[in-house]
């Protein structure tokens, strides 16, 4: 970890205000009200859970939360796996943007007990992905493989050989009903595919660069979904 602790808690903390104020902004500006309860319960249980979980690394992991800094698609070196990122990061958005504006025009509407059990589910995702970072210290936000790296097979990746994705892709799938939007779903169906390939393709780059991947995957038979893929 060649960056001082202070510096990465400092950037830490300053990406996890932005994201924040970013998430605010691309709910609150599309519905063009303040009146959207669905959007201001998201909001908190998403940023509230977002900074318990980095809370927690930045007291424990900075390791980790070194890892996680390196993101997005300038900070992975494959060419397909940039290209890859910046598809991922504009779905996100798409998936963030649409709810709200469904809101606006009243597109459609889910029944507030859907909303309330689809938060449920975004923590639940999310703490998928927390115990991921507690299992491996070696989780990046980018496909790489660090000094001293090995292989994990406890915990979540008993279950499934990338956990952090299912976690991920369980919080994105009730993202848009928890924000009252049925048709928001039709953005989380392109993230998925690419996150399968995402995945064939790290799983190439870790069979070829990391010790033990293939006797790993010998083990562990499912990839992200049991009894499925």
Do not use: C
Request: no cysteine; glycine share 4%; hydrophobic share 55%.
């Amino acid at each position: 970890m060649n960056k001082s602790s202070g510096s990465i808690t400092k950037q830490a903390v300053i990406g996890l205000i932005a994201l924040a104020v970013i998430m605010w902004l691309a709910l609150f500006l599309p519905s063009n009200t303040f009146s959207y309860w669905q959007g201001w319960l998201y909001w908190a249980v998403f940023t509230a859970s977002i900074s318990v979980i980095s809370a927690y690394f930045l007291k424990k992991d900075l390791t980790l939360i070194a890892n996680r800094l390196k993101a997005g698609p300038m900070a992975e070196k494959e060419k397909s796996q940039k290209v890859t990122q910046a598809f991922l990061a504009v779905f996100f958005i798409l998936l963030l943007l649409f709810p709200p504006l469904d809101f606006h025009f009243h597109w459609s509407n889910v029944p507030w007990l859907v909303v309330l059990v689809a938060d449920v589910f975004v923590v639940l995702g999310l703490a998928v992905v927390f115990l991921v970072f507690r299992e491996n210290s070696f989780t990046s936000a980018v496909i790489e493989v660090n000094t001293g790296q090995n292989i994990i097979s406890t915990g979540p990746y008993r279950v499934v050989r990338h956990p952090m994705y299912a976690g991920a892709l369980l919080m994105l799938f009730f993202t848009p009903l928890a924000l009252d939007s049925f048709f928001g779903l039709l953005f989380f169906f392109p993230m998925l595919l690419i996150i399968v390939f995402r995945i064939v393709e790290e799983e190439k780059f870790l069979t070829k660069n990391l010790s033990g991947y293939q006797e790993y995957t010998k083990k562990t038979h499912y990839r992200l979904i049991p009894f499925i893929w």
